[in-house]
């Protein structure tokens, strides 16, 4: 790569635009950081910003940040000649929006974010996720309400309406939080979760509860949004498990019979969760949590959820880039009572951890504080071995912490299983269990016991050709299962067929599960 990037500088001034914001945005990925390569492209791009197509000007300032190149002057010409693109519909592209906006937001000013946000109208909720949970970690709550003001429409109307009721209450603004409810009963959009949040703002008599409308089919959030509505109709307000009990049936009942799967870790997987909690070595601290856990991937909020339920004195701080699902999972907490105890924050895991591990939330009552004995991963398989590295370095776990990571065989994660298998500081045992919903296929859990050590044992040794094989095969059906809208997704049959494949290529490295790791041969041991 030195090399390239070598021969790259030279011919620098041969690279039509899109060979500038390509070799950027390859080295970004790779997570290379070359800077003499960067500034080249840096100044190469500035005389011929304005012939950049709207895709490479996204992906040079990606690039830029990912690499922590944040050059202003570069980043102020992309986002001028950005502006006009993103607010016509017609070449409206909400993946650009998203990237160059994820760019922006890592800027200590967030003026350019907000100009582009304004510009792009069209912009879908994950798009807005990097402006929301930027001004979530600074403490901006008038950036939050602005942005939650304009995710309530269509069908997140109410779920992000209820969002802004929440961060209201958490700021101590109750009557404006009251005012946001009571518009929401005038519109025909309250329910049995605003009746919750009405009573806990102290206001008395009731509001109207409506049900809620079926989303549109198309809508990007359909499940996520009927799951919402099922278990506020079947599930009983103040009551944790009963809200956990009408997840799974919406996933076993409802979904199943379709041909649809709801992610989230119920039934066999709850059980390796509550066990592995349950080993976690409980803190110490006899006024606080013994229990902290910290969930990377959210989804609706089950699993957050499930730890408190499975043991006293346990707090859940929990990660999700989605605001959709950040204000659906937010209402199934409140709704089940346990706002308390479970905090879900905003933005992608690269940004929020960094952030986690540098300080504690300023916020008051805010459970986001260094220091977990509990991580389950739950996440794209791809980022678990990068979002460990992160905690690993930064002091976020706790000597005798366990790691939990989910899906681990399907679609797998076979550069992190090796790393947790073979590195130093784990002590690692694998679970096989039937897949929630999709009776036949077969998925593994990981469950990793921390032991942080200082000699060379600590990295696993370099993994075989086969892994990085194996971990394409993955990020291949992870993106066929993504693109369900547009394309044939993945069956359930499909599903149990790739288990099997990948079952017997991990198996030839020795990674397989059960028995525990102390009974399995392999390149590295623990003393």
Known sequence: LDSIASASIRKIGDFKTRHLANTAWSFAVLKYHHRPLIAAISAAAMPIIKEMSPLSLASTAWASAQLAYLDRQLLTAIAESSLATLSQPESFDDGVAGMALWAFSQLDDLSLAWQLADCAQGASSLSLGALLGACERRCMLDGELTLWHRLARGGLSSVAATAEVLRLMDAGRLDDACRVLKRLEAEGLSNPASQVLWRACGSGGQLAAFQMKPPHRQDPHDKELRLLAYVLTHAKAGDAR???????????????????????????????????????????????PAYRVLEVGTYCGFSAISFVISRPRCQVVSIEAEPARVAIARSLVAFAG????????????????????????????????????????????????????????????????????????????????????YGGSYETEIVSVEEFAMPGTEDWMSVSRYWPVTWDAQAAPPPPSVVRRLEWEADRMRMRAQDSVSGPGVSFADWAAFSERMRASLAELGISPRPPIADRAGPATRE
């Open 242 to 288: 009963s809200v956990c009990t009408a997840i799974e049936e919406f996933g076993r009942d409802v979904l199943m019979p379709a041909g649809q799967w709801l992610k989230v870790a119920g039934d066999e997987k709850a059980a390796v969760l509550a066990d592995a909690l349950g080993q976690a070595v409980p803190l110490t601290s006899e006024e606080g």
């Open 338 to 421: 346990v706002s308390h105890l479970v905090e879900v924050c905003t933005g992608h895991s690269q940004d929020v951890l960094p952030w986690l591990a540098a300080k504690a939330d300023a916020r008051p009552g805010s459970l986001a504080k260094p220091g977990f004995n509990a991580v389950f991963l739950d996440q794209c398989g791809g980022r678990f071995g990068s979002d460990l590295r992160v905690l690993e370095a930064s002091g976020l776990l706790t000597p005798g912490a366990v790691v939990v990571a989910d899906n681990v065989l399907k679609p797998g994660a076979p550069a992190y299983l090796w790393h947790v298998v």
